[in-house]
T-cell receptor, first 116, second 117 residues
Framework: AQKVTQAQTEISVVEKEDVTLDCVYE???????LFWYKQPPSGELVFLIR??????QNEISGRYSWNFQKSTSSFNFTITASQVVDSAVYFC?????????????FGKGTTLSVSS | DTEVTQTPKHLVMGMTNKKSLKCEQH?????MYWYKQKAKKPPELMFV???????INESVPSRFSPECPNSSLLNLHLHALQPEDSALYLC????????????????FGPGTRLTVL
């Protein structure tokens, strides 16, 4: 069975702190794709970062960085120097196979609150 | 243009009404999706259109009827809804490439907040 687990329900930090959001996934497929989305109070899901099962290289993009480890089935996401505008619900999602048009399997989300 | 637009932003309807939700994208994407999201829950997939053909229906009740008139437009026709259908309805689109490395990440619209009285 395919599953995405975000164990952190809510996280509260003060501005400029670094924060890591955890994501653990389960799948037996060898080809899969992982994503992080941000959903601010306005409701729109905003695509942030992506990684595929054949590329474990970790990257940094601005204040965002991600750590993908197949050995532990984890795809963690870090925001450096958090800002109030980062307050949102963050979803980790898994898509299986090479085809488009397949469902994103979402975790339950982590609510991040950044205070000034 | 990297936007998915949805209209209306808010909709209030009675259980006997017929209404439609509209979604449009001009990114050349050939896969389009409808999701339903209840408060404090992740989005749940309802329908997928691939090359304007319905490819996935996640056992959605017939009171929801999707339509894809062309590659840029996606509609969701609503009829005889129930109060429990009140939710945020999200449209998304993605490229439709095949093969390893085809991320086909989904881009979402702002959603329609539906209230059924």
């Amino acid at each position: 069975a395919q599953k995405v687990t975000q164990a952190q329900t809510e996280i509260s930090v003060v501005e400029k702190e670094d924060v890591t959001l955890d994501c653990v996934y389960e799948t037996r497929d060898t080809t899969y794709y992982l994503f992080w989305y941000k959903q601010p109070p306005s409701g729109e899901l905003v695509f942030l970062i992506r990684r595929n099962s054949f590329d474990e290289q970790n990257e940094i993009s601005g204040r965002y960085s991600w750590n993908f480890q197949k050995s532990t089935s984890s795809f963690n996401f870090t925001i450096t120097a958090s800002q109030v505008v980062d307050s949102a619900v963050y979803f980790c999602a898994l898509r299986l196979g090479d085809q488009a048009g397949t469902a994103l399997i979402f975790g339950k989300g982590t609510t991040l609150s950044v205070s000034s | 243009d990297t936007e998915v637009t949805q209209t209306p932003k808010h909709l209030v309807m009675g259980m006997t009404n017929k209404k439609s939700l509209k979604c449009e994208q001009h990114m050349g994407h050939r896969a389009m999706y409808w999701y339903k999201q209840k408060a404090k829950k992740p989005p749940e997939l309802m329908f997928v259109y691939s090359y304007e053909k319905l490819s996935i229906n996640e056992s959605v009740p017939s009171r929801f009827s999707p339509e894809c008139p062309n590659s840029s437009l996606l509609n969701l026709h609503l009829h005889a809804l129930q109060p429990e259908d009140s939710a945020l309805y999200l449209c998304a689109s993605s490229q439709n490439f095949y093969g390893v490395g085809s991320y086909n990440e989904q881009f979402f619209g702002p959603g329609t907040r539906l209230t059924v009285l």
